[in-house]
């Protein structure tokens, strides 16, 4: 049961990533509005990140689903969930009335709590798959060594 946990985590995860990222390819200009409305970065930050920040949601997708890169992916996607709850938390401690912007122009009327609801779970499902792939990793690196004849 713990496997097919783990699998519709993994599902999830990437499913939202990968849409998340095609949705800010398809509208790179809403996206970059949508970064700067936080009021953390620049206008020119906020270009930048909205240029990358679809590739390195691919990357997470992809990367969980490939067991070399599978511990680092997790790790990313953990990372990628913090750098959001953390904007979106301080957009919300400083009243600013922002869309997330996770989903290009179709999340424009999700309320900041709800969002911060469903990050709040992709940070559990996040969690989860970076501790399975840390113990896997760590019972590769501690069994012992096949002898390669």
């Keep these: 049961m713990s496997s097919l946990i783990l699998l519709l985590a993994r ?24 970064i700067f409305q936080y009021k953390i970065l620049s206008w020119s ?7 990358f920040l679809p590739f390195i949601e691919i990357a997470a997708a992809v990367g969980l689903w490939i067991p070399r890169v599978r511990l680092g992916a997790a790790l990313l996607s953990l990372t990628l969930v913090l750098v959001f709850m953390t904007a979106l938390g301080s957009a919300v401690a400083r009243n600013l009335d922002v869309s997330c912007g996770c989903f290009g122009t179709s999340d424009l009327h999700t309320t900041a709590i709800r969002r911060f609801a469903e990050d709040a779970i992709l940070l559990a499902l996040s969690a989860a798959l970076l501790l399975t792939e840390t113990r896997r990793s760590r019972l590769l690196l501690h069994s012992p060594a096949k002898s390669v004849r």
């Design 11 to 34: 599902i999830a995860l990437s499913g939202i990533f990968l849409t998340a990222a095609v949705l800010k390819l398809r509208d790179l200009d809403s996206t970059l509005v949508a």
């Design 45 to 51: 930050a906020s270009g930048a990140v909205a240029s």
